[in-house]
């Protein structure tokens, strides 16, 4: 499919990603925003170590001595049921990614959107495929929702790295980006209270609210507010942006306000049903 139509309206294409994105033209994506699943739907059997207290005593002397001088047996084969393991999730976000590379324009960049367990593998990861120089920025997007556990620091936050094809010719423009109020405003000029400043790499931005009008009703639907944020910087009216795991169509939205061109790809017949409702001016394939 090389006839992405310049006039024509955004994409919406139902299909396995993989299988899609061989289709796209070279470098046609100035800005590619990923937000995959941490879950591949891919649970697995298969043998894993796991340890467990021994008695300690000489019927059950076990086979490791670990902290506090306890005696553990360490249990072989025990098969569990798992998902993303990390050769797993590197399998799956790979060749992906590669393609990603492909599609990326020469002054484009992508945003690939992780909560905590996965970020630091796909670090690695791209680093090694696009390579160290070409790392950005990482976002923290911090939220504030639900509820607190006690037994540990509360996680509230996802991180979004942020990776250039081009780290001499990457196109990024902070004026177009929206602007947060001054924590301390009685230490700055009135101008500067009335601009705002300019956002750093860490977002404080409330989760899609569950009542609000934004709610598609998608269960991992992102904010607006943050995809408009990166298109506004990482791409100019008229571009064009991607997101193969489109989910609700969020990426879409935020073009579609700021004037560029789309394409989004989804597997799931429950997002394309939510995509045609919230994007109905865009073409469906
Ligand atoms: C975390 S959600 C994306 C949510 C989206 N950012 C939003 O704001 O609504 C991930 C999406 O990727 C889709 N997906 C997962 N694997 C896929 C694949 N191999 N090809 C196409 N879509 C896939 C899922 O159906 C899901 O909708």
Redesign the pocket.
């Known amino acids: 499919m090389n006839d992405l139509d310049p006039e024509g309206p955004g994409l919406v294409v139902g ?6 994105l061989p289709s796209l033209p070279d470098g046609a994506f100035t800005m590619i ?6 879950n ?2 891919r649970a697995q059997v298969r043998a894993t170590t796991r340890s467990v207290r021994a008695q300690g005593d000489e019927s059950d002397p076990g086979d490791r001595i670990g902290f506090g001088g306890r005696s553990y047996t360490t249990v072989k084969g025990v098969l569990s049921r798992y998902d993303d393991a990390f050769s797993d999730y590197w399998e ?1 976000l790979e060749p ?1 990614l590669r393609e990603a590379w492909r599609l990326l324009a020469e002054d484009g960049t992508l945003y690939l ?1 992780l909560d905590y367990r996965e970020v630091h593998y796909a670090k690695v990861m791209l680093d090694v495929l696009f390579g160290r120089e070409c790392f950005l920025n990482e976002i923290i997007w911090a939220y504030d929702f639900g509820g607190r556990t006690k037994k540990r620091w509360p996680t509230k936050h996802d991180t979004i790295l942020v990776y250039v094809k081009d780290p001499q010719g990457y196109w990024f423009d902070s004026e177009e980006v929206d602007r947060e109020p001054y924590m301390a405003p009685g230490l700055v000029t009135p101008e500067k209270v009335a601009r705002g400043k300019l956002p750093t790499d860490v977002w404080w931005h409330t989760i ?1 609210s569950p009542t609000g009008k934004e709610k ?1 009703g ?6 607006l507010g943050l ?1 408009r944020r990166m298109v506004a910087a990482s791409s100019r009216p008229g571009d064009w942006v991607l ?9 879409g939205a935020a073009a579609e306000q700021l004037g560029r061109k789309y394409v989004l ?4 017949p ?2 394309l049903e ?1 995509m045609r409702k919230r994007l109905p001016n865009a073409q469906f394939r």
């Open positions: 299909a396995e990603n993989l299988e899609f925003y990923l937000d995959p699943p941490f591949t739907g799956f992906r959107h899609v598609t998608y269960p991992t639907q992102k904010p995809l997101d193969f795991f489109a989910g609700s169509g969020t990426l790809v989804d597997q799931n429950e997002a939510v």
